[in-house]
């Protein structure tokens, strides 16, 4: 079965620390994936996607994930949080039917 | 622009009765709409999606149904709530040609007694 999992559920960081959020799905043939984030209080919305081309994309906010179809990773990365990234972080995935999967969730906590 | 809009935002409702939440897509046209259930720790669980009026797929099953009388318009329904009910129902959408981004509501909270 096409699944996405997350292997962090609850991360605890100071500012300006890095941070990388794990993700693997499983997934044959076409697989577009997403992070999806949730500030509190906020909607749901798109952080960064990638369908194809360059495995590394960049999305707002100074975040990027890297593709690495031999690792079945999407890995979310930021050099420096801030408090303000404080928020919930979905990956997601979808293969031919385009219906997306999510993973758990990790809940990141940046203190100032 | 498009937008979506759910209601109502919160409802607190007693074991044994109905349950009616809906979601509105405007500035779009044959939208592909999903219904999840956010609980903590357990992500974002597909309920159901539609990809045309009347067509409805379940993904899990449950004490729950849905329906799309209108191309822009779908609705979550019980007709007796389990106190297991309670959740934060997210609706979203995403474009029928499969750029297949989500956009999302603003969820609404149950709460069953």
């Known amino acids: 079965a096409q699944s996405v999992s997350q292997h962090n559920h609850h991360v605890i960081l100071s500012e300006a620390a890095s941070l990388e959020l794990g993700c693997n799905y499983s997934?044959?043939?076409?697989?577009?994936l997403f992070w999806y984030v949730q500030y509190p209080g906020q909607h749901l919305q798109l952080l960064l996607k990638?369908?194809?081309?360059?495995?590394l994309v960049k999305g707002i906010k100074g975040f990027e994930a890297e593709f690495i179809k031999s690792k079945f990773s999407f890995n979310l990365r930021k050099p420096s949080v801030q408090w303000s990234d404080t928020a919930e972080y979905f990956c997601?995935?979808?293969?031919?039917?385009?219906?997306?999967?999510f993973g758990r969730g990790t809940s990141l906590i940046v203190h100032p | 622009s498009q937008t979506i809009h759910q209601w109502p935002a919160t409802l607190v409702q007693p074991v044994g009765s109905p349950l009616s939440l809906e979601c509105t897509v405007e500035?779009?046209?044959?939208?592909?709409l999903y219904w999840y259930r956010q609980a903590a720790g357990r992500g974002l669980q597909l309920l159901f999606y539609?990809?045309?009026?009347?067509?409805i797929s379940s993904e899990v099953p449950q004490n729950l149904s849905a329906s799309r009388p209108q191309d822009r318009q779908f609705i979550l329904s019980s007709k007796k709530l389990l106190l297991s009910d309670s959740g934060f129902y997210l609706c979203?959408?995403?474009?029928?040609?499969?750029?297949?981004?989500?956009?999302f509501g603003a969820g609404s909270r149950l709460t069953v007694l």
């Open positions: 979203a959408w995403n474009a029928e040609s499969g750029a297949n981004v989500l956009t």
């Open positions: 997934y044959g043939g076409t697989v577009n």
């Open positions: 990638y369908f194809s081309g360059d495995p």
């Open positions: 997601a995935g979808s293969g031919g039917s385009y219906i997306p999967t």
């Open positions: 500035g779009t046209s044959n939208p592909n």
């Open positions: 539609s990809v045309g009026i009347g067509q």
